[in-house]
């Protein structure tokens, strides 16, 4: 079983910050590839970010790349989305993922998902 939980999503400005948690309760999280997806109401789900399980390799959905950055921290069992130069069309439910023990950190690859967070980028 996997549990994800997200947090840190909220209200900002349009060209402001945001960093958010995701706090996961997986046996193997240090073997464990984890990703960001968002979807608006109505439309499909896009991939954001996604890091390996080593941490030693990142891919961004280039609506993102160069504004955010994906981390995680093995010792708290937590990955972190840092959102900058936030614009409108940021606005999403932010999914935090994950994909199984070694996986590779392509979007098809992650499996589990968690309930969300609320990010709204306000012009």
């Known amino acids: 079983q996997v549990l994800l939980v997200e947090s840190g999503g909220g209200l900002v400005q349009a060209g402001g910050s945001l960093r958010l948690s995701c706090a996961a309760s997986?046996?193997?999280?240090?073997?464990?590839?984890m990703g960001w997806f968002r979807q608006d109401p109505g439309k499909e789900r896009e991939f954001v970010a996604a890091i390996s399980w080593s941490g030693r390799s990142t891919s961004y959905g280039d609506s993102v790349k160069g504004r955010f950055t994906i981390s995680r921290d093995n010792a708290k069992n937590t990955v972190y989305l840092q959102m900058n130069s936030l614009k409108p069309e940021d606005t999403a439910v932010y999914y935090c993922?994950?994909?199984?023990?070694?996986?590779?950190?392509?979007?098809?690859?992650?499996?589990?998902w968690g309930q969300g967070t609320q990010v709204t980028v306000s012009s």
């Open positions: 997986i046996r193997t999280f240090s073997n464990t590839p």
């Open positions: 993922a994950a994909g199984r023990p070694f996986g590779s950190i392509t979007p098809p690859d992650f499996t589990s």
